[in-house]
C-alpha cells in the first residue's frame, strides 16, 4: 500500500512499542549525534525541466542544511543518474555544510533517461568502498518517473538492502510507478510522494525526522536507556540513552556469528534469531555472502536461516569466489584459537568477573551495565567478544548475589558486580533505609528481559506504613510485552504478605504470610519443583515447575504501573540467579500450605 505524504507523518507520529509497564515511548526531538552516511540519488532525466531542476538542487541544499553534518556525525554523498551515472560527490573526503551546499548548486543536468537500477548500483558500490566502517548506511532516491529497467532496479534495492542500506524514497510528480518505489523503499515508512518539485520543500523536515529518528524507533527509554533493532543490519542494534539533557543514538555490533533480538534484547545466535532483514531470507539454498566487518567471515544460508562461517588464517572470503589466499587478511573468528594479537585499548567492553558467559558495558551518562552472551560462548577480552567454549567447559562460579543493595548512604550496588540501577522518588533516609511513596519505584534494568529459568533467590527486608492502596507492589516484573501481569511479585494486601511465581507452564506458585509490626525479612526461592519461601521465621513452600516465564521489563522495587505504589521502607534487596550449595532451609521438606515453625 502506497502512503501519502499526510498518511505517512500520521503512521510516523504513532510509531512504537507497547513495553514492560507502559513506560514512555522515544518520541522526543533528538540530535543526531550517531554516525550515519547518507546518499542522496538524485534523478536527472530529460523529463525534469530546467526549473524543476534548480528546485530539485534547492531541495537537496535545504536538507543538507537540516542536517546534524560533522566529522564524528553525518557525512553526505550525492550522485547524479539518468541514463547513465552524472555527477558524484563521495563520502571518501569530508565536506562541511557550506562546501556541501556549493557543490549541490553546480550539479550538471544530464537530460538523459531515468535507468534507476544503474543509479542503486552506485550508491552500493560507493557505500561498501567510502562508507565509514561503524556508520549508519541510508539512501535517499528521489525521482519523477519509472526506471526503464524496472527488475534489475528491484534487484539492485534488494542488494542495497542487504549491505545494510535503508531506503528512503521520494517520487515526485503523476508519472512514478508506486509500485516500483515500495520495491525500492526498506518499509512503508520509507515512502513518500509530492505532487510536484515545489512542494519538495514540504518533506525537509519529516526526512530529516525519519533519518534521525529512524535508529532509535522502538527503543524504549526507561529511566535513561533503551536498545532497539537496527533499520537494515542483523548484526547491529541501536543503544539509546539519554545525555546532556536529550536523548542519543549509538550504533552497537553483536559478537561474530549472533543477531540481535528485540524480543530477547540481547545478541543471539543467528540461526535461532527471526530478523525480517536477514539476506538468507530470499536467497537460494546453500548460498553465502561476505560480513561487513570481518573479512574471514561470511553467512552461510540454509533453509532461509543464516550461519557464520570462517576462512582459514590468511585467507579473505571473496563473494561469488570463497575464500581466498591473502596474508593481509589476519583476522580469525572467535571460536578459532587467537594467534593475532588485537589491540586491547580499543575495546569498549570489560570483563565480567563474576560471569564468564556476560560482559560490562560503559553507557554514557548511565554507568556499567552488564550484557549476556549467547548461550554456549563467553566473553573474550582479547577478541573484545563473546566466543564458542568447548561443551565440556564448565566455569566453577560460586554462587553469589547478582545484586545487592544495604541502602545505607545511597543506591550503589553492594554486590561487587556495580549494575546500574535509576530510581524516582526514592529517599535515603538517616537509618539507612530506601522510603517509597506514590510514584516511588526503583528499576533494576539489569534483569530487563532475563531468562530466570528454574533458579531464583530473593531476599528483603521492608515495612509498611498503614495508608496507600490495599494492594502495594513491592518486588515485582512488572508487565509483558503484551500486558501479562507480572511473572515475580511480592506484594503486601492489607496486613499479609504474598508471594508469586508463574512459569511458563501457566501454572503460578502463591504463598502468603502475615506481615509482623516492624521490619520484616522475606527470603524466597524456586528450585524449579518448588516455591519456596521463609518470611519472619515462618516457612511455606509449594509445588511449581517449569522456566519462570520472562517480562521484558526490568526487576522493579515499589511503583509498577503508576497506579499502584508501595508505602513504606526497604533496608535491605537481593538477587541471587543461582543456589547456594547448601539448603537455604537447612533441607526442610517442603511442604504445601502449611507452616514449618
Given amino acids: 500500500m502506497w502512503l501519502s505524504l499526510k498518511t505517512s507523518v500520521s503512521i510516523w507520529l504513532v510509531l512504537g512499542l507497547f513495553f514492560a509497564y507502559h513506560p514512555k515511548i522515544y518520541t522526543e526531538e533528538m540530535k543526531c549525534n550517531q554516525p550515519v552516511d547518507v546518499v542522496i540519488l538524485l534523478d536527472g532525466s530529460?523529463?525534469?525541466?530546467?526549473?524543476?531542476?534548480?528546485?530539485?538542487?534547492?531541495?537537496?541544499?535545504?536538507?543538507?542544511?537540516?542536517?546534524?553534518?560533522?566529522?564524528?556525525?553525518?557525512?553526505?554523498?550525492?550522485?547524479?543518474?539518468?541514463?547513465?551515472?552524472?555527477?558524484?560527490?563521495?563520502?571518501?573526503?569530508?565536506?562541511?555544510?557550506?562546501?556541501?551546499?556549493?557543490?549541490?548548486?553546480?550539479?550538471?543536468?544530464?537530460?538523459?533517461?531515468?535507468?534507476?537500477?544503474?543509479?542503486?548500483?552506485?550508491?552500493?558500490?560507493?557505500?561498501?568502498?567510502?562508507?565509514?566502517?561503524?556508520?549508519?548506511?541510508?539512501?535517499?532516491?528521489?525521482?519523477?518517473?519509472?526506471?526503464?529497467?524496472?527488475?534489475?532496479?528491484?534487484?539492485?534495492?534488494?542488494?542495497?538492502?542487504?549491505?545494510?542500506?535503508?531506503?528512503?524514497?521520494?517520487?515526485?510528480?503523476?508519472?512514478?510507478?508506486?509500485?516500483?518505489?515500495?520495491?525500492?523503499?526498506?518499509?512503508?515508512?520509507?515512502?513518500?510522494?509530492?505532487?510536484?518539485?515545489?512542494?519538495?520543500?514540504?518533506?525537509?523536515?519529516?526526512?530529516?525526522?525519519?533519518?534521525?529518528?529512524?535508529?532509535?524507533?522502538?527503543?524504549?527509554i526507561d529511566r535513561g536507556i533503551g536498545y532497539s533493532s537496527h533499520p537494515n543490519d542483523c548484526t547491529k542494534y541501536v543503544q539509546c540513552f539519554r545525555a546532556d539533557g536529550e536523548y542519543r543514538a549509538k550504533i552497537m555490533s553483536c559478537p561474530f556469528g549472533t543477531y540481535w533480538d528485540q524480543d530477547k534484547i540481547t545478541c543471539w545466535h543467528s540461526h535461532l534469531v527471526n530478523c525480517t532483514t536477514d539476506a538468507c531470507l530470499v536467497t537460494q539454498k546453500d548460498s553465502t555472502f561476505a560480513m561487513r566487518d570481518h573479512c574471514a567471515g561470511y553467512w552461510s544460508c540454509h533453509y532461509g536461516r543464516a550461519e557464520a562461517k570462517c576462512c582459514q588464517r590468511n585467507h579473505r572470503y571473496v563473494q561469488g569466489k570463497g575464500c581466498q589466499p591473502d596474508g593481509s587478511c589476519n583476522q580469525l573468528c572467535p571460536h578459532f584459537k587467537n594467534t593475532v594479537e588485537n589491540d586491547k585499548s580499543e575495546c569498549e567492553l570489560l570483563t565480567d568477573e563474576d560471569n564468564?558467559?556476560?560482559?560490562?558495558?560503559?553507557?554514557?551518562?548511565?554507568?556499567?551495565?552488564?550484557?549476556?552472551?549467547?548461550?554456549?560462548?563467553?566473553?573474550?577480552?582479547?577478541?573484545?567478544?563473546?566466543?564458542?567454549?568447548?561443551?565440556?567447559?564448565?566455569?566453577?562460579?560460586?554462587?553469589?548475589?547478582?545484586?545487592?543493595?544495604?541502602?545505607?548512604?545511597?543506591?550503589?550496588?553492594?554486590?561487587?558486580?556495580?549494575?546500574?540501577?535509576?530510581?524516582?522518588?526514592?529517599?535515603?533516609?538517616?537509618?539507612?533505609?530506601?522510603?517509597?511513596?506514590?510514584?516511588?519505584?526503583?528499576?533494576?534494568?539489569?534483569f530487563a528481559n532475563v531468562e530466570f529459568g528454574e533458579k531464583l533467590l530473593l531476599k528483603l527486608r521492608f515495612l509498611t506504613y498503614n495508608y496507600g492502596a490495599v494492594e502495594q507492589p513491592i518486588v515485582t516484573n512488572c508487565y509483558g510485552e503484551y500486558g501479562e501481569g507480572p511473572s515475580i511479585a511480592i506484594t503486601t494486601v492489607e496486613q499479609s504478605i504474598t508471594i508469586k511465581i508463574k512459569t511458563e507452564f501457566g501454572e503460578t506458585g502463591i504463598l502468603r504470610f502475615f506481615q509482623v509490626p516492624g521490619f520484616n525479612n522475606v527470603t524466597m526461592v524456586y528450585d524449579g519443583q518448588h516455591v519456596i519461601a521463609k518470611v519472619n521465621g515462618k516457612i511455606k513452600s509449594t509445588a511449581l515447575i517449569g522456566n519462570i516465564e520472562r517480562r521484558q521489563a526490568g526487576l522493579l522495587i515499589g511503583d509498577c504501573d503508576g497506579q499502584h505504589s508501595f508505602h513504606g521502607e526497604i533496608d535491605y534487596f537481593a538477587v541471587y540467579m543461582c543456589l547456594p550449595d547448601e539448603d537455604v532451609f537447612q533441607r526442610v521438606a517442603p511442604t504445601k500450605g502449611r507452616d514449618i515453625a
Fill in 46 to 220: 530529460d523529463s525534469i525541466s530546467d526549473n524543476d531542476w534548480v528546485r530539485s538542487k534547492n531541495f537537496v541544499k535545504e536538507l543538507i542544511g537540516s542536517f546534524d553534518i560533522g566529522l564524528n556525525t553525518i557525512h553526505i554523498g550525492i550522485i547524479v543518474y539518468s541514463s547513465n551515472i552524472g555527477d558524484v560527490i563521495g563520502l571518501k573526503k569530508f565536506h562541511s555544510k557550506e562546501t556541501l551546499k556549493f557543490l549541490a548548486n553546480r550539479l550538471h543536468h544530464p537530460k538523459d533517461g531515468t535507468d534507476t537500477a544503474a543509479g542503486i548500483r552506485k550508491v552500493t558500490e560507493m557505500m561498501e568502498a567510502e562508507s565509514r566502517p561503524n556508520a549508519a548506511r541510508v539512501a535517499i532516491v528521489i525521482t519523477d518517473g519509472r526506471s526503464k529497467h524496472p527488475i534489475q532496479t528491484t534487484q539492485e534495492a534488494l542488494k542495497a538492502k542487504s549491505a545494510g542500506i535503508v531506503m528512503l524514497t521520494v517520487g515526485v510528480g503523476h508519472a512514478i510507478s508506486r509500485a516500483e518505489l515500495s520495491q525500492i523503499a526498506t518499509s512503508e515508512r520509507e515512502m513518500f510522494d509530492v505532487s510536484n518539485f515545489s512542494g519538495l520543500q514540504g518533506i525537509v523536515g519529516i526526512l530529516r525526522k525519519l533519518l534521525c529518528k529512524s535508529l532509535c524507533k522502538g527503543c524504549i
Fill in 356 to 446: 564468564p558467559s556476560s560482559y560490562i558495558q560503559i553507557v554514557p551518562g548511565i554507568g556499567p551495565i552488564s550484557r549476556p552472551c549467547a548461550p554456549g560462548s563467553a566473553f573474550d577480552k582479547s577478541m573484545c567478544s563473546c566466543a564458542k567454549v568447548s561443551k565440556s567447559w564448565k566455569p566453577h562460579v560460586e554462587c553469589k548475589p547478582s545484586v545487592s543493595y544495604n541502602f545505607n548512604e545511597d543506591f550503589a550496588d553492594q554486590s561487587g558486580n556495580n549494575v546500574f540501577a535509576g530510581y524516582e522518588r526514592v529517599i535515603i533516609t538517616e537509618n539507612g533505609s530506601a522510603k517509597f511513596s506514590d510514584g516511588s519505584r526503583i528499576n533494576i534494568w539489569r
